[in-house]
């Protein structure tokens, strides 16, 4: 983190020391609160100046003149009709205009604008949200990518009639953002300091939030059958863990959803290798794992009123002595065997054996696993939406409803016959790559082989996960997405 930033929600304003930030929807409808801290005037002849219009995220910054009981002040353009997440944005477009300020107050009165305690919630969810920075391997500071000092904290007060409401919501919608905070940590740490193990204990500080925590080291994993998840882990000096997160927060006996995510902490491609240029960024191959993890710190913040098992798998895919090879056979959980063609298409080969555990053990509701799985769903969409993949037509758009509504996007792919027997394999029951043509759409039949009848669905992240474009609410390399999109999923539509 940048620096700490201390929220509070009150119905007035007990000092406008530093920063006074108001809205309005138009130039002609400054608030009339900003009189208070502006008895000259100064502002709106400032805004007749600059040509304010009150569009989204427009906005008339001045210091404050003689007289002023404030030492800046700030007017940011709401629109005429902003959404949740348009208020999301101005709270983060607000963090990249601090700078040095450290005390700020926010005057949610917006002429002819609804401004309830849910968009107070979300003002203050895009201030915590933009003020992220992963800086601590930096010895020397200097002005961040927010435009704002490294020292210091940050101390906001918004203004609202509705100022109990407004706190009540956002300390769930501050859970949720603490997931997606923990989520991008575990991307952007370098793979020397997070390994598999380093993950699993970090995973294991759910505890504290009430999340039973369930380890599987190399040698359950042996006993239980993995021999494809095992395939990947052995070229490696860092042992294998799966790490079981249960939250029970709905009733009893009723079955669980669960979340699977692929934890490769780093992607070298094993004998198969990588091209040297950019694989500093497999680092981060991690993606799903962390959404996972964050997801689940989110429910159990907040309370959810369900039963979530989170699973992630964690593996380092390196190319030593004792690496697998291509042409090797390896033997699934599931009992069915699996030519592995490449080495670098190891992601599916240790989710198989976790969707099978999953769905064996638990018998949940639904599985959706997550995964950076394959770079040809960056081919066909780019870094804006995640691939989606799913033999369940209801699943299927609940999830791309979350995603409109949290604008962590998904993009709906096909499965089908003809696809599959692009995996079938001459020696054995399949092949972990179907060539370079449809190669996401392939992988997605690939884990489809072992999921049964269960409703499932499949997201391919290596857009959306990391390197993905920078936003008035994220500046960080890895984005924390999917941490959003599937608490959406589980309040809309999985809560008693």
């Known amino acids: 983190m940048t620096s700490k930033l201390s929220i509070a929600f009150a119905k007035s304003a007990k000092s406008n020391e530093g920063v006074a930030v108001f809205l309005a929807p138009a130039k002609d409808r400054l608030p009339a609160s900003l009189a208070a801290v502006d008895p000259g005037g100064v502002v709106a002849k400032a805004a007749e100046i600059a040509e304010f219009n009150g569009k989204s995220l427009s906005a008339v910054d001045v210091l404050a003149p003689a007289g002023a009981t404030t030492n800046r002040i700030m007017v940011l353009g709401t629109g005429e009709t902003p959404t949740h997440n348009d208020w999301t944005d101005l709270g983060g477009a607000l963090v990249g205009r601090l700078k040095s300020i450290r005390n700020v107050t926010v005057y949610l009165d917006v002429d002819g604008v609804e401004t309830g305690a849910s968009a107070a919630a979300n003002f203050a969810l895009g201030m915590m949200l933009r003020n992220y920075s992963f800086d601590g391997y930096k010895t020397k500071k200097k002005d961040d990518d927010n435009g704002k000092s490294e020292e210091g904290d940050v101390s906001v007060t918004i203004v609202t009639p509705d100022a109990s409401a407004a706190k009540k919501a956002y300390a769930e919608f501050s859970g949720t953002g603490e997931g997606v905070l923990l989520a991008r940590d575990l991307v952007n740490e370098p793979a020397n300091v997070l390994g598999p193990v380093e993950f699993a204990k970090r995973a294991s500080e759910l505890e504290a939030l009430g999340v039973d925590i369930e380890i599987l080291t190399e040698k359950e994993m042996k006993k239980l059958g993995m021999g494809a998840f095992l395939g990947v882990s052995q070229g490696s000096s860092r042992p294998p863990r799966i790490v079981i997160m249960r939250w029970n927060g709905g009733e009893k006996n009723a079955a669980p959803i669960a979340f699977i995510g692929k934890g490769v902490v780093f992607d070298t491609g094993g004998i198969s290798i ?60 599931s009992g069915q065997t699996i030519e592995v063609i490449n080495t670098d298409a190891e992601g599916r080969l240790i989710l198989c054996d976790m969707l099978w555990y999953c769905n064996d053990r638990f018998k949940p509701g639904f599985m959706i696993n997550l995964a950076t799985l394959t770079g040809a769903i960056l081919v066909a969409l780019g870094n804006h939406h995640a691939g989606l993949f799913s033999n369940d037509d209801v699943l299927a758009e609940r999830l791309s409803e979350a995603g409109e509504t949290t604008r962590e996007k998904v993009w709906r792919m096909p499965l089908g016959k003809d696809y599959d027997k692009m995996i079938d394999s001459r020696f054995a029951d399949m092949k972990n790559t179907g060539g370079r043509y449809a190669g996401s759409i392939t ?54």
Do not use: C
């Open 274 to 333: 990588k091209p040297a240029a950019g694989m500093e960024d497999m680092k981060g191959d991690m993606g799903g794992a962390a959404a996972v993890t964050g997801l689940m710190h989110a429910l159990a913040s907040r309370k959810a009123k369900a039963n979530v098992v989170g699973m992630i798998g964690l593996v380092e895919n390196m190319p030593d002595a004792n690496a697998q090879r291509p042409g090797d056979i390896v033997t699934s959980m």
């Open 443 to 496: 992988a997605a039949q690939f884990l489809q082989r072992f999921v049964g009848k269960t409703p499932w669905a499949h997201l391919d992240i290596a857009g959306t996960a990391m390197s993905s474009p920078q936003t008035e609410i994220n500046r960080s390399w890895g984005s924390g997405y999917g941490v959003r999109l599937l608490n959406e999923l589980v309040r809309a539509h999985y809560e008693n």
